[in-house]
């Protein structure tokens, strides 16, 4: 009698993310659209020298671009749903073996970047192209 086998050696092989996220997704029309390395620059003074390295501020702003573009119900839920959607890991920069932050990373980046810092956000727009279709 034959058993399922399960072990990483039985999908040990190399996904291309980039081609497996369509040329006309949504995710791509914002990346293409926006420069998102603003963001190290406003929050570059809210982080120091020392200690634990951080997650990238643009990663951390593409993944609350995603809460409310996608109508995710938490952040929570949003790191259990990156690890499982291509589109979201080719966005944010991720390979399949990279791990997902914990949810705390945004509640700590919102502290520490201060409501400045969203308020300036407040005054770019995602093209109207942008807004017609959420992801998939």
């Not at 399960?6 to 980039?18: D, I, K, Q, T, W």
């Not at 791509?28 to 659209?33: K, L, P, S, T, Y």
Request: overall charge negative; proline content about 3%.
């Amino acid at each position: 009698m034959g058993q399922q086998k399960s072990g990483p050696e039985l999908f040990n092989y190399a996904v291309n993310l980039e081609k497996r996220v369509r040329s006309d997704h949504v995710l791509r029309r914002v990346e293409a659209a926006i420069d998102f390395g603003f963001v190290r620059e406003e929050v570059a003074h809210c982080y120091g020298d020392n200690g634990n390295v951080s997650i990238d501020p643009m990663v951390i702003l593409k993944m609350m671009i995603l809460l409310f573009f996608d109508d995710v119900a938490s952040e929570r839920e949003l790191m259990k749903i990156i690890a499982e959607r291509l589109d979201y890991l080719w966005f944010l920069g991720y390979s399949l073996d990279d791990e997902i932050p914990d949810h705390s990373v945004l509640s700590k980046a919102r502290a520490r970047w201060g409501k400045e810092v969203f308020e300036k956000q407040r005054r770019w727009r995602l093209p109207a192209t942008l807004s017609s279709s959420s992801g998939g």
